[in-house]
Each structure stands twice: as structure tokens, then as C-alpha cells.
């Protein structure tokens, strides 16, 4: 199994940028398809994006797309989330998450996923 640790969420203004990270122990990030999720207060789990074990593909929200960006670096066993444009929508837990799966089938499924973070706040005020 791995172990997920989020760090960077904060406080940011409208059209401000933070960078997510997730650190890795137990076992190499390479093994694990991994995912960005967040939830609100009051809603459900929402998936933000998700990339494959490879790290060739990658599967955005429309609502992220072209202002997040997620990355894998294996040698340093971490996962980030370049979160730009930001809105104050955009406010939530950010979660990372890993299972041990190939492809893309079900990668924006929350309930597919083994493996959880504990989530970093992040605030976006207007």
C-alpha cells in the first residue's frame, strides 16, 4: 500500500495560482494510477483530474480544464497540482488519491480509488 500526504492548499484572491502537492511513502508513486478530487462543504466528493500510471495520459474536469495542471515525478515519489486562474468556486478540501489500476476506465470514479490523502484546504476568496 502507499500512504498520501497533501500539502500547499491556502488562502488565495481571485485569479490567484497555488501548487498542490502530494508526497508518497510506502511504496513508489509509479505503481499507482493517481487523481485529484475535491469536496465543498455540504456537496459531494468531485473529481478535479487524473492521470495513469505512466503518466502518458491524463483526463481533466471541463471545469479545471486549461487552468489546472497535474504532473507526476517518480523519482521524487510526489504528485502536484498547478492550480492557476483560480475561482472562488474552486474552494475546497483537495484530495489526492491512488489505486492500482491501468488505463483510464472509471479514473474520474472516487470509488475506485484505495488509497486517500488527508486533504488540503484550499480557499479562494472574491
Known amino acids: 500500500q502507499v500512504q498520501l500526504v497533501e500539502s500547499g492548499g491556502g488562502l488565495v484572491q481571485t485569479g490567484g495560482s497555488l501548487r498542490l502537492s502530494c508526497a508518497a511513502s510506502?511504496?513508489?508513486?509509479?505503481?499507482?494510477?493517481m487523481a485529484w478530487f475535491r469536496q465543498a462543504p455540504g456537496k459531494e466528493r468531485e473529481f478535479v483530474v487524473g492521470?495513469?500510471?505512466?503518466?502518458?495520459?491524463?483526463y481533466y474536469a471541463d471545469s479545471v480544464k486549461g487552468r489546472f495542471t497535474i504532473s507526476r515525478d517518480n523519482a521524487k515519489n510526489a504528485l502536484y497540482l498547478q492550480m492557476n486562474s483560480l475561482k472562488p468556486e474552486d474552494t475546497a478540501v483537495y484530495y489526492c488519491?491512488?489505486?492500482?489500476?491501468?488505463?483510464?476506465?472509471?479514473?474520474?470514479?472516487?470509488?475506485?480509488?484505495?488509497?486517500w490523502g488527508q486533504g488540503t484546504q484550499v480557499t479562494v476568496s472574491s
Open positions: 488519491a491512488a489505486n492500482f489500476k491501468f488505463g483510464t476506465s472509471g479514473i474520474m470514479s472516487a470509488g475506485e480509488y484505495d488509497y
Open positions: 510506502g511504496r513508489t508513486l509509479s505503481s499507482y494510477r
Open positions: 492521470i495513469t500510471r505512466s503518466g502518458g495520459t491524463t
